[in-house]
């Protein structure tokens, strides 16, 4: 479970700086968004390895997160 945990904070910690560089409408949104998918999409398999209810809700939510931002890139 550590490297859930420690992916789950990373992945927070990227979420919410691309959170706010939207906010602001930063001209490296395609940089911001190519990272937050991909830091995503790792929680989303590291959180889909484990049976517990709050890491398959994780999972989806990490998953609809690489989602619409994978639509920001393309």
């Not at 830091?39 to 989806?60: L, P």
Request: contains cysteine.
């Amino acid at each position: 479970m550590k490297a859930c945990i420690r992916l789950n904070r990373e992945c927070a910690t990227i979420c919410s700086a691309f959170e706010q560089a939207l906010s602001y409408n930063t001209a490296f949104i395609q940089e911001y968004a190519k990272l937050c998918k991909t830091a995503c999409v790792a929680c989303g398999d590291e959180c889909s390895k484990h049976n517990h209810d709050h890491c398959k809700k994780c999972a989806e939510s990490c998953y609809a997160c690489a989602k619409e931002c994978a639509q920001l890139i393309a």
